[in-house]
């Protein structure tokens, strides 16, 4: 990649931010990744949506996570940009939701479909449901969270 070039956005959902964590902890987890889908991602300004932050935060009061693991967790969330609610992704929420009423989806996650959808990034997901969209959506990369759930 050139200098002047800007690298791809890549909306990550929930599911891929908790386990992109465990590539690095426990490779085996997710060694039946497509190498060369992780190589994109790697290169890609990657992003989540603040429903993703709303999630992982969540997670912490449920679980419940220890104050160290909270900070560490935090750390590791700020290494992805932050996408903004803001009119261009109601729209898209609107869109999508009108387009997917005969399906089930969890709401959190259609918001950030219209996250993705309304920065023109791919959404990177392991929900298997998210594959649904891919004629709604720029993209839908999808990686399974174990290797028989494709």
Excluded at 6 to 16: G, I, K, Q, R
Excluded at 24 to 46: C, F, G, K, N, Y
Excluded at 99 to 126: E, F, K, Y
Excluded at 128 to 145: F, N, S, T, W
Aim: glycine share 4%.
């Amino acid at each position: 990649m050139s200098a002047s070039e800007v690298p791809e956005l890549l909306v990550c959902d929930t599911s891929f931010v908790g386990l992109v964590a465990q590539r690095q902890r426990h490779p085996e987890r997710v060694a039946h990744w497509d190498p060369d889908v992780l190589t994109r991602i790697d290169r890609a300004r990657s992003a989540i949506s603040v429903f993703t932050l709303a999630e992982a935060r969540a997670g912490y009061l449920i679980a419940p996570f220890s104050r160290e693991r909270i900070a560490r967790e935090e750390r590791r969330l700020q290494a992805f940009g932050l996408l903004p609610l803001d009119d261009e992704v109601l729209a898209e929420w609107v869109r999508l939701r009108a387009a997917t009423t005969d399906r089930t989806l969890p709401h959190n996650d259609l918001w950030i479909a219209a996250t993705a959808a309304a920065n023109g990034a791919a959404l990177v997901s392991c929900d298997r449901h998210h594959v649904g969209l891919r004629e709604l959506l720029p993209e839908v990369i999808y990686l399974p969270a174990r290797p028989d759930a494709h």
